[in-house]
């Protein structure tokens, strides 16, 4: 198992050619800075980092009921949730978590396509050793980051992620199956936060929770004393743009070509037209 993983920084940019060197076509990730406005757009799913600070955790008294564990082996087995069982893993665990519970929307490419045919019904553990036994996605992850030291929990038997007094971390939010689902490689089991109101776009749903979570981790301290980033992992703007392009150059070609056979008729026919 490869146990050199690196810290990656909390950037778009970096984050959209890592999603490119696992060989995934037609993805970008992007920052959301406006909690507040609607986010516009397909949205195949978030990637939160926030500080964890076991202190405002223990006021907040979070149970297990009140998070809507998903306890059903068969349920959670049948989505990609992996437990992080590498030091540093969880911004790919992120990524992972986002696009491989999207293959029908997007082309994962060979690497991911072979991780989820071989983990295919595989426990959370072991989806999670597989990711770790997998160099081209340790590769990859270590490409982009920086040499620092870790400075993420760790999940190990026997040890909690809670005895660290402050850390970083990413978890990712994705729907499924009409349901908006919590993704933390630190945690036993996926979250379901439950389908949204009636007619409500599921990043909708996804504002309300992450809103009503910030709130709680500040602990009734001001807002703005949490620390945290939120990106988005959307369709490529590129291909989105040369399609625009293709379909603005089709209409003028046919608008051209409506303007040359006009131009062709008689004079008191053109004043029919």
């Given at each position: 198992m490869n146990k050199g993983w690196l810290e990656l920084e909390s950037?778009?940019?970096?984050?959209?050619?890592?999603?490119?060197?696992?060989?995934?076509?037609?993805?970008q990730v992007e920052e959301i800075y406006d909690l507040?406005?609607?986010?516009?757009?397909?949205?195949?799913g978030f990637i939160f980092l926030?500080?964890?600070?076991?202190?405002?955790?223990?006021?907040?008294?979070?149970?297990?009921?009140?998070?809507?564990?998903?306890?059903?082996?068969?349920?959670?087995?049948?989505?990609?949730?992996?437990?992080?069982?590498?030091?540093?893993?969880?911004?790919t665990h992120a990524l992972l978590s986002v696009l491989l519970n999207c293959e029908n929307k997007i082309r994962l490419g060979d690497i991911l396509t072979r991780l989820k045919h071989?983990?295919?019904?595989?426990?959370?553990?072991?989806?999670?050793?597989?990711?770790?036994?997998?160099?081209?996605?340790?590769?990859?992850?270590?490409?982009?980051?920086?040499?620092?030291?870790?400075?993420?929990?760790?999940?190990?038997?026997?040890?909690?992620?809670?005895?660290?007094?402050?850390?970083?971390?990413y978890v990712s939010y994705v729907p499924i199956n009409g349901h908006l689902f919590e993704l933390d490689g630190l945690k036993p089991h996926p979250i379901d936060h439950g389908p949204g109101r009636d007619q409500e776009d599921w990043t909708e749903t996804f504002r309300r929770v992450?809103?009503?979570?910030?709130?709680?981790?500040?602990?009734?301290?001001?807002?703005?004393?949490?620390?945290?980033?939120?990106?988005a992992v959307v369709p490529d703007r590129r291909q989105q743009y040369e399609q625009k392009l293709i379909k603005l150059k089709t209409n003028r070609r046919i608008v051209?070509?409506?303007?040359?056979?006009?131009?062709?008729?008689?004079?008191?026919?053109?004043?029919?037209?």
């Open positions: 950037d778009p940019g970096l984050f959209t050619l890592l999603v490119e060197d696992f060989g995934v076509k037609g993805v507040q406005k609607t986010i516009e757009g397909p949205v195949y926030f500080r964890w600070i076991e202190e405002r955790r223990s006021r907040r008294k979070v149970t297990q009921e009140e998070e809507s564990f998903v306890v059903d082996d068969e349920i959670t087995n049948s989505i990609f949730f992996a437990h992080q069982v590498i030091p540093n893993s969880c911004a071989f983990t295919r019904s595989m426990n959370p553990e072991d989806k999670g050793l597989a990711i770790g036994n997998m160099p081209d996605l340790a590769k990859a992850h270590n490409s982009h980051a920086r040499p620092e030291p870790c400075r993420l929990p760790e999940k190990q038997q026997g040890i909690s992620a809670g005895r660290i007094q402050e850390a970083f971390h992450i809103t009503e979570r910030l709130g709680m981790a500040t602990g009734g301290e001001p807002y703005h004393d949490i620390r945290f980033n939120l990106m051209l070509e409506a303007l040359q056979q006009v131009s062709n008729k008689p004079f008191w026919l053109c004043d029919l037209i």
